[in-house]
């Protein structure tokens, strides 16, 4: 489920002003944020190919960004975009820092990419002690077929976690 609809299912929405999109690659994230009035700001390795409208975009990496980052954002959303960094367990408690609320999703080791040695797969208990009980607003495992980025099927295997720290 995209995060803005996630968000907005949980009640989650309301209220926020500020969003930063990890990964975001052409602003598919991003984009409806900015369609509800928020500002957001978007970070990514690459150039997007394309204008990201209304949105203030840095071409750095996660890892990069949150060495030198000082904002804190009401939104952080991250999909898909740890299992491609080193070390994701790290990163998410380092961007957690900066987060109201985190969205953000991990492969899982039943993923179909699960040979590959450029992502790094995690368990939900790998996952689950880094944040206190109550601020897990979501949690849901995905197991299904679908198409990456690039147009090509593949099974995925999917944690996706919604971390409220307002609470």
């Known amino acids: 489920m995209p995060p803005i609809k996630l968000l907005t299912k949980l009640g ?3 209220g926020n002003k500020t969003v930063l999109d990890i990964g975001t690659k052409d602003g598919r994230v991003a984009i409806p944020f900015t369609e509800l009035g928020l500002t957001v700001d978007a970070i990514d390795i690459r150039d997007p190919e394309h204008t990201l409208p209304n949105i203030s ?5 996660v890892e990069d960004f949150v060495e030198t980052n000082t904002k804190r954002f009401d ?3 991250a999909r898909h975009i ?3 960094t080193s070390n994701p367990l790290g990163l998410i408690e380092k961007i957690n820092t900066i987060a109201g609320v985190f969205v953000f999703s991990c492969f899982g080791p039943e993923d179909d990419w699960k040979d590959r040695d450029d992502i790094v797969f995690l368990d939900k208990q ?3 002690p880094l944040f206190p009980a109550k601020h897990i607003r979501h ?3 995905t197991f299904e077929y679908g198409s990456t ?3 090509v099927m593949k099974f995925w295997h999917i944690h996706t976690f919604v971390i409220d720290n307002r609470t």
Do not use: D, M, N, R
Not at 57 to 61: D, E, I, Y
């Open 12 to 14: 989650l929405l309301e």
């Open 57 to 61: 975009f840095t071409k750095v990496s």
């Open 75 to 77: 939104i952080v959303t």
């Open 82 to 84: 740890l299992p491609f």
């Open 126 to 128: 790998e996952i689950h």
């Open 139 to 141: 949690y849901s495992e």
């Open 149 to 151: 980025y690039a147009g």
